[in-house]
């Protein structure tokens, strides 16, 4: 994302609207954004405007955060004045609140969206800063220290005479890592003005300008980016087929739209036929050659793939050479992709590194696979051979559980999830069912949380301890439950480590983190850690337990765990 693009999606602090079950509306959006860039002394400037109906939809709510969803419908975009592509602008998404504090938790698309499209989606939740004020008293000015992707800054409300709220951003007082802005200067507000109107939904009405400056401490690069923002609220009923009311009230279970889908390819060109493929990637070194040729080369010939399953089992190409091919055809993730790396993990002739390898490109699948795919796979491993066979039939439920997680959501997920669960009830093999817990918690997939749990008590450790792991890849009140109410009775000391990274993964209650901090302290090395890493996890969304961190720094002998302490204290 460049500067000027990033500049332009950042323009508006983070924040959001009041989340009440009832107060699900939409309003007219446009925003129009004039860039200036000097480069070098080179000026350039574009003219950028985007418009349509801004969806607002309120979400899951717990006690400490609430999810909120978002939808631009019909949008269209014109960038010096020319029609430009808006379907991605369409693509719902929900951003994740925290409950006392406002701040964004966490974000969730329903697509497979690049970094830079998701900055730009956003950018129009950003828009809709508002929900702070509904408890701000606004009787005199007010001045706060807020946060956008650029940075912190200060800005300052007041209450007009019809009531609306006035809004200014003042300066940026810091940068923030992420911005990639160590080069430049404290971007400059050079002008911001805007009016909110409130009901007891949230917004109902806004306008106004900014203008931000961007410039290199060299003083080589500037870029000036002035942007007019409208929302009024609009009584018209919402369409019961858009998409965002069709979706489900937990962003995490959307179904995705996967990457082909959002940004389609023009059609293949292969070349006359497979010998022509084969022999053309046998006069190329693929262990050098660049990403974008092989992932084309490989797309416009996919038709040809299933030639490929002759030249792996000839070994005529390079180890590395193999490891990379292997990747990039999962990446290819076509119909052909699957049914090879399919074709290849089933035949033991293949040796079984490449075999192996060939699950690990199926990782990579953002498409459904064929049901015959996944049955073959299913019953291959069912083979509770030894050795090679063993390791090759676990590691395929687990990549299948990766599969299910990569398209959560779907139909296809559940039903993969769904033969899963009843393969670990069938199976009375140890090795197995850790393997099938593993799998279950790749997919992440908490509707089988219920069939997880029972094996927290299982009579080996090893089985414990997965089922511990497989349930924190799934944070939820439920199955936060059934790890909290193990640990109280846990003796192993392994399991009890387990218990405590898959509890770090959830939201917690002061309570709870207290009794993080507990098993921090005078407990065995391996559970001491175990508590620091969940602990960790725990200033992501709370800062303030930082200060406690640095308590025990002064207690702790073991260098192991002062490293875990001083990475949980200074990472960001």
Not at 208 to 229: A, F, L, M, P, Y
Not at 258 to 286: C, G, W
Not at 357 to 379: C, F, I, T, W
């Amino acid at each position: 994302m460049t500067i000027a693009r990033f500049l332009l999606a950042c323009a508006l602090p983070l924040g959001s609207l009041q989340a009440q079950t009832q107060c699900t509306f939409w309003g007219d959006f446009k925003t129009v954004a004039e860039t200036n860039m000097l480069t070098l002394n080179q000026p350039s400037s574009n003219h950028l405007t985007l418009d349509g109906q801004l969806m607002y939809r309120p979400l899951m709510r717990t006690e400490k955060y609430y999810w909120l969803g978002l939808q631009l419908v019909k949008p269209t975009l014109r960038l010096d004045q020319q029609a430009v592509e808006a379907t991605l602008y369409s693509v719902p998404f929900a951003v994740k609140i925290h409950a006392q504090t406002k701040q964004l938790m966490a974000h969730h698309f329903a697509g497979k969206l690049k970094s830079a499209d998701q900055q730009k989606l956003l950018a129009i939740y950003q828009s809709l800063h508002s929900e702070h004020l509904q408890s701000l008293d606004l009787s005199v000015p007010s001045t706060l220290q807020e946060q956008d992707n650029l940075g912190q800054y200060q800005v300052t409300y007041s209450r007009n005479a019809d009531h609306s709220i006035h809004r200014a951003k003042q300066a940026y007082l810091s940068t923030k890592a992420s911005a990639n802005l160590l080069e430049f200067r404290l971007p400059q507000v050079r002008a911001d003005q805007f009016t909110l109107t409130l009901d007891k939904c949230g917004l109902t009405r806004l306008s106004g300008q900014n203008h931000t400056r961007v410039e290199s401490k060299q003083g080589d690069i500037r870029i000036d980016v002035k942007q007019d923002i409208q929302f009024r609220y609009n009584p018209a009923p919402i369409p019961a087929t858009t998409l965002l009311l069709t979706l489900e009230d937990d962003p995490t279970l959307w179904p995705q739209l996967s990457e082909a889908q959002l940004y389609p390819r023009p059609p293949a060109q292969p070349l006359k036929d497979a010998q022509q493929f084969v022999a053309l990637l046998h006069s190329q070194d693929i262990s050098t050659l660049s990403s974008d040729a092989l992932a084309q080369l490989l797309y416009d010939n996919q038709i040809y793939l299933g030639a490929l399953k002759a030249v792996i089992k000839s070994q005529s190409l390079s180890d590395q050479a193999l490891k990379r091919l292997f990747m990039m055809v999962g990446k290819n993730d076509s119909i052909y992709a699957h049914q090879l790396l399919v074709d290849v993990y089933l035949d033991p002739e293949i040796q079984g590194k490449q075999r192996f390898r060939s699950l690990m490109g199926l990782k990579y699948a953002q498409q459904p696979l064929n049901p015959e795919l996944v049955d073959l796979v299913m019953e291959s491993a069912r083979q509770t051979g030894n050795g090679e066979q063993r390791r090759l039939s676990n590691s395929a439920m687990m990549v299948l559980g990766v599969i299910a997680h990569n398209q959560q959501g779907s139909e296809f997920a559940s039903d993969v999830t769904q033969r899963l669960t009843q393969q670990l009830r069938q199976t009375s093999h140890s090795h197995r069912q850790v393997s099938l817990l593993a799998a279950l918690g790749n997919s992440g997939d908490a509707s089988q949380q219920q069939h997880i749990a029972p094996f927290l008590q299982a009579s080996a450790p090893r089985l414990r301890q997965q089922a511990a792991e497989s349930l924190g890849k799934m944070p939820n009140p439920q199955s936060l439950d059934y790890l909290t109410t193990q640990l109280t009775q846990e003796q192993d000391q392994e399991t009890q480590a387990a218990l405590l990274k898959a509890i770090g993964n959830n939201e917690l209650t002061s309570k709870q983190v207290d009794g993080l901090f507990s098993y921090s302290q005078s407990q065995p090395q391996t559970v001491r850690l175990a508590a620091v890493a969940a602990l960790a996890q725990q200033t992501k969304t709370n800062p303030a337990l930082k200060p406690r961190l640095k308590a025990l720094v002064k207690k702790e002998k073991d260098q192991q765990v002062l490293r875990a302490l001083m990475q949980a204290i200074y990472s960001h």
